[in-house]
Nanobody
Framework: QVQLVESGGGLVQSGGSLRLSCAAT??????????MGWYRQAPGKEREFVAT???????KYVDSVKGRFTISRDVAKNTVSLQMNSLKPEDTAIYYC??????????????????WGQGTQVTVSS
């Protein structure tokens, strides 16, 4: 089984910065992770896409964070980070790490699946 562990959330004033990190671990051996990314869910709203980065380093962002957030990953360490600058109150949400098409080995068997972290709270005060 694969687990995603997030860190870095917290309370910050409007205009401030936070850096979120997520590490993928497995009871077996992770062979590859195709896409890693971040989603968020604000109170009373549905979960929305924030940013993703592929194995080759290609990135995508939701329009509302372009120019303020930067996603990066360390393929060898199976980690992904989200640097968030110029934060706004509307960025307040629970941020979830996502790993898509994770291939891992457990003994002689290989598995591929998608995984989510438990979420980390980001609160931006005005």
């Amino acid at each position: 089984q694969v687990q995603l562990v997030e860190s870095g959330g917290g309370l910050v004033q409007s205009g401030g910065s936070l850096r979120l990190s997520c590490a993928a671990t497995a009871t077996g051996r992770i062979i590859s992770i195709n896409t890693m990314g971040w989603y968020r869910q604000a109170p009373g709203k549905e979960r929305e896409f924030v940013a993703t980065i592929t194995l080759s380093g290609s990135t995508k962002y939701v329009d509302s964070v372009k120019g303020r957030f930067t996603i990066s990953r360390d393929v060898a360490k199976n980690t992904v980070s989200l640097q968030m600058n110029s934060l706004k109150p509307e960025d307040t949400a629970i941020y979830y790490c996502n790993a898509g098409q994770v291939t891992f080995a457990s003994g002689t068997l290989w598995y591929t699946n998608d995984y989510w972290g438990q979420g980390t709270q980001v609160t931006v005060s005005s």
